[in-house]
């Protein structure tokens, strides 16, 4: 067992892979960010104003992720295909639902829907949170109307846990919270 994911995690698509992000991905993320702001507003909070898009914000928001990956908190990657330069999406893991537990959570650029990108990239996490010792669950969390986030865990194995009330925080959102849950043991027999 390890304490962090690789920081490399190939897909079965050709060039495309998951690889932990780096200050130097500040500009990229935030061409992507500012080309899906419309796309994003629906159900990312952080996407209702354009400080996403700032290439600033995201070096600054990058240069304290790598404290983050060394402490076990989080471990960020983006979403790459092998064009220089392009960001699809990031993606991560995150600590903060608990001891035992790994949030996964995930945006993806509108142009790059559709192809299987993210139901692939949320079975390579997966596979990586239980890789790591103590995970004995993960999740991924997203409002009842954002059927194709839901569709994600759906096609990995993953089970709707409960839906509950929450703050309606972006455009498109109800207010109601999908929490998908898979257990160690159930990734384990999945096959």
């Given at each position: 067992?390890a304490?962090?994911?690789?920081?490399?995690?190939?897909?079965?698509?050709?060039?495309?892979?998951?690889?932990?992000?780096?200050?130097?991905?500040?500009?990229?993320?935030?061409?992507?960010v500012?080309?899906?702001?419309?796309?994003?507003?629906?159900?990312m909070?952080?996407?209702?104003?354009?400080?996403?898009?700032?290439?600033?914000?995201q070096?600054?928001?990058?240069?304290?992720?790598?404290?983050?990956?060394?402490?076990?908190?989080?471990?960020?990657?983006?979403?790459?295909?092998?064009?220089?330069?392009?960001?699809l999406?990031?993606?991560?893991?995150?600590?903060?639902?608990?001891?035992?537990?790994?949030?996964?959570?995930?945006?993806?650029?509108?142009?790059?829907?559709?192809?299987?990108?993210?139901?692939?990239?949320?079975?390579?996490?997966?596979?990586?949170?239980?890789?790591?010792d103590?995970?004995?669950?993960?999740?991924?969390?997203?409002?009842?109307?954002?059927?194709?986030?839901?569709?994600?865990?759906?096609?990995?194995?993953?089970?709707?846990?409960?839906?509950?009330?929450?703050?309606?925080?972006?455009?498109?959102?109800?207010?109601?919270?999908?929490?998908?849950?898979?257990?160690?043991?159930?990734?384990?027999?999945?096959?």
């Amino acid at each position: 067992m390890a304490t962090h994911p690789p920081e490399l995690l190939p897909l079965p698509f050709a060039g495309v892979a998951l690889r932990r992000h780096a200050a130097a991905d500040a500009d990229a993320i935030a061409r992507c960010v500012g080309e899906n702001l419309e796309h994003l507003r629906a159900f990312m909070p952080w996407a209702q104003d354009d400080t996403s898009a700032d290439a600033d914000f995201q070096r600054e928001r990058l240069g304290k992720k790598p404290e983050a990956w060394d402490a076990g908190e989080e471990f960020g990657y983006v979403l790459v295909d092998g064009t220089p330069d392009t960001i699809l999406a990031t993606m991560s893991l995150m600590t903060r639902r608990g001891p035992g537990t790994l949030e996964i959570g995930y945006w993806l650029a509108e142009h790059a829907t559709g192809r299987g990108y993210a139901t692939e990239a949320a079975r390579a996490l997966t596979d990586a949170g239980f890789g790591i010792d103590g995970v004995e669950t993960l999740i991924i969390c997203c409002d009842e109307a954002n059927v194709r986030s839901a569709a994600i865990p759906q096609r990995i194995g993953y089970t709707l846990d409960r839906v509950e009330d929450e703050e309606k925080l972006a455009r498109d959102e109800t207010g109601r919270l999908m929490w998908w849950t898979m257990t160690r043991a159930d990734w384990a027999r999945r096959d």
